[in-house]
């Protein structure tokens, strides 16, 4: 068992920065990849960035690459997502997930792809007004 706990969300202008954590417990934190996905209401969850178990491996979703960045400490079982000039188009709710089969080699689709995850945290809600 994984419990994962999401926590940094809030209501922030667009332009501005937030940065979500997700803190890991349960069992060995190395062992499993992680992913952020976004949930917005009458939409499908989608990932927005993923990285491999070493943390050597990132993947990003088109419409937030150079915009935010996904980091784990492994020291901290904590996932971090930077997020950086929000729009409005941001807002969501944020989802952490960990995967266990997903290797550090594994293609950046299988990263994506919510089925591939075994445990998913409670969600933290983001909201980027103009």
């Known amino acids: 068992q994984v419990q994962l706990l999401e926590s940094g969300g809030g209501l922030v202008q667009a332009g501005g920065s937030l940065r979500l954590s997700c803190a890991a417990s349960g069992r060995t934190f190395g062992s499993y990849a992680m992913g952020w996905f976004r949930q917005a209401p009458g939409k499908e969850r989608e990932c927005v960035a993923a990285i491999s178990k070493s943390g050597g491996n990132r993947f990003y979703t088109d419409s937030v690459k150079s915009r935010f960045t996904i980091a784990r400490d492994n020291a901290k079982n904590t996932v971090y997502l930077q997020m950086n000039s929000l729009k409005p188009e941001d807002s969501a709710v944020y989802y952490c997930?960990?995967?266990?089969?997903?290797?550090?080699?594994?293609?950046?689709?299988?990263?994506?792809?919510?089925?591939?995850?075994?445990?998913w945290g409670q969600g933290t809600q983001v909201t980027v007004s103009s």
């Open positions: 997930a960990a995967g266990f089969g997903l290797a550090d080699y594994s293609a950046s689709l299988y990263y994506t792809d919510t089925h591939r995850y075994d445990y």
